[in-house]
């Protein structure tokens, strides 16, 4: 089992819904995640970040994380075109020699 | 800031050939990744350096690659012999502190391609 699992989509959602982006773990040492935007043919950049279990609000988008039942979630209101691209979710432990440990990613369109 | 530069953005290889990766981290960044993304295994990490040091190789698929970082400002990673199925997205990436990851800024990659 990988430890961080994505669905890859394509997820095409119509512009101004809300985009429900998931993910689950399997090591419960993550304590650190993470979900980066990656438009085509460019570097993966940070969107959200949170510690620990919670909400996190920023705008548009708002990170969950549930740590009881390993799930994160991010979701996305009045979505745009914009936002089409690939969402990538990561972790780590906090532990400082490792990398992060990402999700496949999930393809996101917003059809105008 | 100028972010993590990369160099090629582009190569496409033959079989055999040796290929050269560079990258240049932010600068004052003391942690430099080199991840590797493909459809079928998504990103996965090669090897990480902490002010030059590599301090995490467990990630290189095996002895035709290696990576070294010579200075603060500079990092290579070497294919050689290069093979179809190291075709793949390299990703450098740095950090300005070894301790967390929530500040990796990624450059735009290199796209290699072994024929």
């Known amino acids: 089992q990988k430890e961080v699992e994505q669905d890859p989509g394509p997820l095409s959602v119509p512009e101004g819904a809300i985009v429900s982006l998931n993910c689950t773990y399997s090591?419960?040492?993550?304590?650190?995640f993470m979900w980066y935007r990656q438009y085509s043919r460019k570097g993966p950049e940070l969107l959200m970040y949170?510690?620990?279990?919670g909400n996190k609000e920023d705008g548009r988008f708002t990170a969950q994380v549930d740590k009881s039942s390993k799930y994160i979630s991010l979701f996305i209101r009045d979505s745009q075109p914009s936002d089409s691209a690939t969402y990538l979710c990561?972790?780590?432990?906090?532990?400082?020699?490792?990398?992060?440990?990402f999700g496949k990613g999930t393809h996101l369109i917003i059809q105008p | 800031d100028a972010g993590v530069i990369q160099s090629p953005r582009h190569e496409v290889t033959e079989m055999g050939q040796e290929v050269t990766l560079r990258c240049k981290p932010i600068?004052?960044?003391?942690?430099l990744f080199w991840y590797r993304q493909t459809m079928m295994r998504g990103l996965e990490l090669l090897i990480y350096?902490?002010?030059?040091?590599?301090?995490?190789d467990s990630g290189m698929p095996e002895d035709r690659f290696s990576a070294k970082m010579p200075n603060a400002s500079f990092s290579t990673l070497k294919i050689q012999p290069s093979e179809p199925r190291d075709s793949a997205v390299y990703f450098c990436?740095?950090?300005?502190?070894?301790?967390?990851?929530?500040?990796?800024?990624f450059g735009e990659g290199s796209w290699l391609t072994v024929v």
């Open positions: 990436a740095s950090s300005p502190n070894g301790g967390t990851r929530n500040t990796i800024y």
């Open positions: 350096f902490n002010n030059n040091v590599p301090i995490d």
């Open positions: 090591n419960s040492a993550f304590q650190y």
């Open positions: 600068s004052g960044h003391n942690s």
């Open positions: 990561a972790t780590y432990s906090g532990g400082g020699a490792d990398g992060l440990t």
């Open positions: 949170t510690y620990s279990s």
